[in-house]
């Protein structure tokens, strides 16, 4: 998965991007169909916080411990006009929530990774078999 999602504005100064999951992180949003300049600020806000990151061609970081919370972020593009500013445009990210990995397999899993182990076992037992180190450290097989 790529760590750059896009928000892509029509007729609207609203839109929605595709879902980031909570255990992203190091995610980029880039901004398609408007118009901004080469650096702008982009305030990110989940429920009660916010914080302001700078953007530019290449989109603006999303902060981590924002995704982490696995709650919707809002992306509001925050333009300036002489001493005075204003929201332009804003990206909701849905952000889903991500059930962390167990330390334990499933049996399923466990059965798998017991049969791969004996395999390699065994390949390693015919290599060490037919492998051999001469008197200089040399490999060769044996014929």
């Not at 839109?15 to 408007?34: A, N």
């Not at 302001?52 to 333009?79: H, S």
Request: net charge negative.
């Amino acid at each position: 998965m790529s760590n750059i999602i896009t928000a892509t504005f029509g007729n609207s100064n609203i839109t929605r991007t595709e879902p980031i999951y909570q255990i992203d992180y190091g995610m980029v949003i880039k901004f398609e169909g408007i118009e901004l300049p080469d650096n702008y600020e982009v305030v990110f806000e989940v429920e009660e916080q916010a914080c302001t990151e700078l953007g530019d061609e290449n989109g603006a970081p999303i902060p981590t411990a924002y995704i982490q919370t696995g709650k919707t972020i809002y992306a509001r593009i925050f333009l300036h006009s002489g001493e005075s500013g204003y929201v332009a445009y804003t990206a909701i990210i849905p952000n889903q929530v991500a059930v962390a990995p167990t330390d334990e397999p499933t049996p399923e899993q466990a059965s798998v990774i017991a049969q791969m182990m004996a395999l390699m076992n065994e390949a390693l037992n015919s290599l060490k078999t037919a492998v051999r180190l001469d008197e200089n450290g040399n490999f060769y097989v044996d014929d």
